[in-house]
């Protein structure tokens, strides 16, 4: 259950960064509303995760998830792009860590 709650989490992450960074481009509230509501959900989130797992592995995996589900929508959603081919490599990398540290299993909360 903890994954299901940081895949969550992560998802609302990347929803409040895509709203701010569009209310920092047009300053239509709507956005900061958007925004605002998206880091509500990581908070929520964010404490059914700690139900599940401990600090530890809901740290690594949130931070993995969220850079490469982030670059995900940025590369697809809002056509950002590198400068350099070795900053793919270390997404490639953000999602072997997080697979490796999942391959361990979820520890308990403490």
């Known amino acids: 259950m ?8 992560s998802l609302a992450e ?5 709203h701010f960074k569009w209310f920092a481009k047009s300053q239509a509230h709507h956005h900061l509303i ?6 509500i959900g990581v908070m929520y989130f964010l ?6 797992a401990n600090l530890l592995y809901v740290s690594a995996m949130w931070e993995g998830m969220i850079t490469v589900m982030g670059a995900i929508v940025a590369y ?3 056509g950002e ?5 070795i900053q793919y490599v270390g997404l490639v990398l953000g999602l072997v ?3 490796l540290v999942h391959a361990g299993g979820v520890p308990g909360k403490e």
Do not use: D
């Not at 958007?34 to 880091?39: D, K, P, S, T």
């Not at 404490?47 to 599940?52: G, L």
């Open 76 to 78: 697809f959603f809002l």
């Open 2 to 9: 903890a994954l299901v709650n940081i895949v969550m989490m």
């Open 14 to 18: 990347i929803f409040g960064n895509v």
């Open 97 to 99: 860590a997080m697979l």
């Open 34 to 39: 958007g925004g605002l509501m998206g880091y």
């Open 81 to 85: 792009r590198f400068n350099s081919g």
């Open 47 to 52: 404490t059914q995760s700690f139900m599940n």
